[in-house]
């Protein structure tokens, strides 16, 4: 007897669109394949507006990867992740300069892609912090009055497997501000995915993400948001091409169609 497997529907996004080449190739190859359905923009990256085009062309939910900890060529605010933390929780953040920020990345991605975003997460997931998380959804629910883009909520989904280490950075990013960013979000009308799955600590090759993204998927609940971030080759400028290349290969292995098959995902 064929037991059917119920299916699930879940976002795969691919951040950090618009880094470099490398990551923009592997993107849009994967959107082609139907392997991610989701594009997280660095708006003011160095590699948006070259291949925006085909981006606008590829079918995928469009988000802004808001950032505040690499400038990227870029002058502002942009702090290293431990310090943005800090002075986030300690309120000593410029409201005036985060405010200007978030426009900036706001105005870009709307001039380079002549639409507005989808949704709206962070780069490294610090939309959610204290001082950004305010001025975020303040600044969205006055842009956007009349279609709300969603925003990604960090609060874990299923962690059956994973490793205890993996399972404590996935809580720890969850603990930085999930909670207060969802009573925000829900109190101004903003839609949340229900699950946060994708955390690891960018090594292993594809070994380790091959054994992950097993998991992720055979774990995934309806509506969850899985991340990834994938480049089509590895870019000798980028700490993390090495891993980027490895998750680009196993997300378009013919194993992973099988998975999303198995386990009832679709996109």
Known sequence: M?????TKRIVVCADDFGMNPAVNA?????AGMGRVNAASCLAQGPAFKSDAPALAQSGLQLGLHLNFTEPMGQSG??????????????????????????????????????RS???VDGHQHIHQLPQI???????????YSERRPWLRFTRTGSQS??????????QVIQWLGSRRLARLAQRHGFSLNPGFLGVYDFR???????????????????GDVLMCHPAAYSDASDALGAQRRAEFEVLASDQTGRWLEKYGVAL
């Open 26 to 30: 592997g993107i849009l190859s994967l």
């Open 161 to 170: 497997g994973v490793t205890v280490p993996l399972r404590l950075k996935a």
């Open 133 to 143: 998380r305010e001025i975020l959804v303040r600044e969205l629910a006055s842009r």
């Open 204 to 222: 292993g090759g594809h070994l380790l993400y091959r054994r992950l993204l097993r998991l992720w998927l055979r774990g995934a609940a309806e």
């Open 117 to 119: 975003p989808d949704f």
């Open 77 to 114: 605010l942009y702090l290293p992740l431990h310090r943005v933390i800090i002075q986030a929780y300690l309120r000593r953040l410029d409201a005036a300069q985060v405010r200007r920020q978030i426009l900036r990345q706001l105005d870009s991605f709307e001039t380079v892609l002549g």
């Open 2 to 6: 064929v037991v059917k497997v119920k």
